[in-house]
DNA sequence: TACCTTTATGCAAACGTTTTCTTTCAAAAG
DNA sequence: CTTTTGAAAGAAAACGTTTGCATAAAGGTA
């Protein structure tokens, strides 16, 4: 058991007398290679505790069986869920993945996409801040021919890979379940505009909310980043005085929650007096009295999409010219707030 | 810009017509080097949108910049809270995070460990598997005097920085608690107990019953995964028949939830008739009606922590000869359900 | 002028693996 | 008995960066 040095393909080579080169194509099975010298190469690689030193060989061939992540943050439900499938699914084709926050700062994630690209991964899958609305930092990657997938928050019309799900329908379905259930005077809290997301989810809401020919106010209208602090701010805001919304659609799950232990606090009847809608389907929607309804985004199928669109990538080398979109539906889950 | 081929050093150098050496050391502003010299490198670098191949800087240097991570399940709160703080401490200082998951399989943490040692990741933080009881596949990194922390769910007796949560003072608080609220017969869910969190903690729980003469029967201690489906059985069980215990621990949240919705279907009445304990903080804890009290174990800490060790391994290269522990203290949160 | 510093740069080897191009050797074909 | 073929293995270059050592020019001192 060799203590404090790595054992190389060379040390192999010269125990058993043979070329490094020998040894190299021992190892993973070339075809003129001798059974024997194979067998016994793998005994001595075994016996020396070989392990392929990854980095020499991604230099060489210049790919590092790593691929990268950015992502804004690692612990939200819905993100921890995709990347949950993203990395058993791409292990099991034999990569890695290294997983970097953004932390929602637009500058972090530039210098992430740097710092990967410097790392020579394999290809590039993100979720985009918040506030990413200038996408020309992840240039290198397409100038470079190296596989770029983005999900859940992506660029418009950027030649990559797009895995997103339905937020206009959700944002649609959503409102018009609220319309379904009486609601007149309805209320949306959004997430900031400059990411596609909310932007969509609003479009949606709208469309639904003017074939129906209810108007969304502006005193109704309220967008910023989702936290708890923010959405205490706003049902304060909202609940200051008479009259209340009778619906409340809220663009996360944390926000509906906040909404719906405000409301509770402050004696209103849910559903009866306020419906209110979240969305993701967090598990806490379940769990919460009463049951909050939402909207569901499939993030384990999402993962799954986007880590299939990333090998795909890695193996056709068929990098497109324009966006390619793959759009996951997104199902409404009615329970007890509706 | 440069399609289709990374720029490198050497090309920086044929432009300038001086060494790459030069380039090299002008890159990372050696004091050797001119002022001149460096203003002009680096105008080249920027123009020909030269970034560094840490792959080769790697392998000359033997060293990656990347630290492994494997973690049974990025999603389960306690885990991506711990990953979170862990990501933004190690990146703060300029490294990597690749981070793997197990799924609870001890033959992946196996195959994960080996992998990372290919990749030559400067070090490795580990939350083992719950069945991992044999550490010996570690000794690869502990053999060629790379760092190695654990966290969490961590061996006995290895050499290595483990950090981890007071799990048997969580058992005992818990326990004590669940006495002095009252009740006379306490039932444990528990984890499998090949995981060191989970004998701990049943430790932990025995040793306050045992102080208040009050016995653990084994009709009322389950030991088992702790998921949704193993839960429901559980309770199934338990409330099969009468005499109901009069207090439930559970080792994780989940289950704690699971016990409570089964106790709320059947009638019984919590905190009254029967008190429930969970074990994590999980943000339902908080969310659920009647509100769960739990055993809060500061993630974000146990993270930074853990983090630290790591920087702090890396920079001092104090390899430990014997476990060197750091245990975050735990802390009883009580709710509505105790 | 000869010698020594100091400052700035170049040269070349090294990291470990892979792969192209040769070479060797034995057996089959002519 | 020579030539051809093919299998098996070796030699060497390459990937891009870093660094110890050598060198060169400039300035200072004796």
């Not at 379904?180 to 932007?199: H, P, T, W």
């Not at 405000?262 to 389907?281: F, R």
Request: aromatic share 8%; glycine share 6%.
């Amino acid at each position: 058991m060799p203590k404090g040095s790595a054992s190389t393909i060379v040390d192999i080579a010269r125990e058993l007398g043979v070329a490094p080169s020998t040894v190299s194509r021992a190892l993973k099975d070339h075809p003129f290679i001798s059974q024997d010298t194979k067998d016994k190469v793998k005994k001595v690689a075994a016996r020396l505790g070989y392990r392929r030193n990854t980095l020499a060989a991604g230099l060489r061939n210049s790919h590092s069986n790593i691929i990268g992540l950015i992502v804004p943050r690692i612990s939200m439900y819905f993100q921890s869920a995709v990347i949950t499938a993203i990395q058993n699914t791409i292990h099991s084709m034999g990569f890695e993945l290294i997983v970097c926050q953004s932390n929602d700062s637009y500058k972090q994630e530039t210098e992430l996409v740097n710092v990967l690209y410097g790392s020579r991964v394999e290809g590039l899958i993100v979720s985009c801040t918040m506030y990413t609305t200038d996408f020309s930092h992840f240039k290198i990657f397409t100038d470079n021919q190296i596989p770029l997938v983005f999900y859940d928050r992506v660029p418009r019309n950027f030649p990559a890979h797009i895995i997103r799900g339905d937020d206009f329908e959700g944002g649609y379905m959503g409102g018009k379940h609220l319309l379904e259930r009486g609601c007149k005077d309805i209320a949306f809290i959004n997430g900031v505009l400059s990411c596609n997301l909310y932007q969509d989810r609003l479009e949606g809401l709208k469309s639904a909310l003017k074939k129906a020919k209810v108007p969304l106010k502006k005193s109704r209208f309220f967008s910023h980043e989702l936290t708890v602090a923010n959405a205490e701010a706003t049902c304060k805001k909202m609940f200051s005085r008479k009259p209340f919304p009778d619906g409340v659609f809220c663009a996360n799950d944390t926000t509906a929650i906040v909404t719906l232990q405000y409301a509770k606090k402050a004696g209103i009847k849910v559903p009866q007096e306020l419906k209110i809608l979240g969305y993701s389907n967090d598990p806490r929607t379940e769990i919460i009295s009463p049951a909050l309804s939402s909207i569901e985004q499939f993030p384990a199928e999402m993962g799954e999409k986007t880590a299939k669109a990333m090998l795909d990538l890695i193996h056709t080398r068929n990098y497109p010219k324009k966006p390619v979109e793959s759009v996951t539906p997104a199902k409404l889950i009615v329970r007890e707030t509706t």
